[in-house]
């Protein structure tokens, strides 16, 4: 799935799953990529409790994208890096 808005691949987006445990994707329109959810104001209030859930996320897996995603945004997000600091 590519995101509507940037074009890129939507790494969260619902799809053929590997073996592992399974992470539910953040809740937005499959169209959307995280990194543009966080961007819009009205969709990073519904990330929220997402985002929370996966603070507790261990899955390596899970941190690799999440350091994949941080070197696709072009520009420093105020937001995205809070919740990549969470993370560590
Ligand atoms: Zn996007």
Redesign the pocket.
Known sequence: MI?S??G?E?IFARGPRTSGPVLAPPPLPPD??L??GLKDPALRDKLRPWLDELKGWGDRRIREHIQHLRALAVRPLEAIDRFIDSLR
Do not use: L, S
Request: with cysteine.
């Open positions: 995101c808005r940037c890129r939507n959307i990529c990194v543009c």
